[in-house]
């Protein structure tokens, strides 16, 4: 099984809104990852967290909030996005990041969440 | 600086024939590469890896090659079916390094019936 979760599939804000995207995976994977894909556009990196500690952030503007209350679930807490935010969010999880096993590195994606600031 | 190209946006083919989308790689570093299939509006699905102490990995059909030297690898697809339409995405990293996947910009492949 290889199956990661993305709640909701879509979702319409406000720039003024708070909501949260959620991820789940259930593989006992220690690693998991927040990406944001444009449209035409590779995935690009935002948050890793590695054993439920934030391992890097790639200079993602403080509107975006990512939390990983247990190694099962990660977040993502969203407050006065701008438009120019609507992408389609993807959740990933491997392994582990930092075993030197191909394998265990390898990442697995969620459906993602749609997501349209208006 | 685009560490891992693919330089072909798009492919057609016909359905039976091969398909074989190619990706170059700047970065000697790399030594773990993955090929993931995206449908419009969903999230990549992993098809194949290969690491870099091989230079070849089948899976049904599907088989990555690996050219160390050139910093070239590719994925075969044969028979390609209309199914397999989608983007093709090339991806790489350093094993127990700082888990980055580098991507390419995707490949659009077509499997015409």
């Known amino acids: 099984d290889t199956e990661v979760t993305q709640t909701p599939k879509h979702l319409v804000m406000g720039m003024t809104n708070k909501k949260s995207l959620k991820c789940e995976q259930h593989?006992?994977?220690?690693?998991m990852y927040w990406y944001k894909q444009k449209a035409k556009k590779p995935p690009e990196l935002m948050f890793v967290y590695s054993y439920e500690k934030l391992s890097i952030n790639e200079s993602v503007p403080s509107r975006f909030s990512p939390e990983c209350p247990n190694s099962s679930l990660l977040n993502l807490h969203l407050h006065a996005l701008q438009p120019e935010d609507s992408a389609l969010y993807l959740c990933a999880s491997s392994q582990d990041m930092t075993s030197g096993r191909a394998e265990a590195e390898t990442q697995y994606f969620g459906p993602g969440t749609r997501l349209l600031v208006l | 600086d685009q560490q891992v190209k693919q330089n072909s946006p798009s492919l057609s083919v016909q359905e039976g024939r091969i398909s074989i989308l190619n990706c170059d790689y700047t970065n000697s570093m790399f030594d773990y590469f993955l090929w993931y299939k995206k449908y419009p509006a969903e999230g990549p699905t992993f098809l194949i890896s290969?690491?870099?102490?091989?230079d070849k990995n089948e899976d049904g059909r599907f088989t990555v090659f690996l050219n160390k030297s050139a910093k070239h690898l590719s994925l075969h697809i044969v028979p390609s079916q209309p199914g397999d339409s989608a983007v093709y995405f090339c991806a790489a990293s350093i094993q127990g390094g700082s888990e980055k996947l580098v991507f390419g910009k995707g490949m659009k492949l077509t499997v015409n019936p």
């Open positions: 290969i690491s870099s102490i091989k």
């Open positions: 593989m006992g994977h220690r690693a």
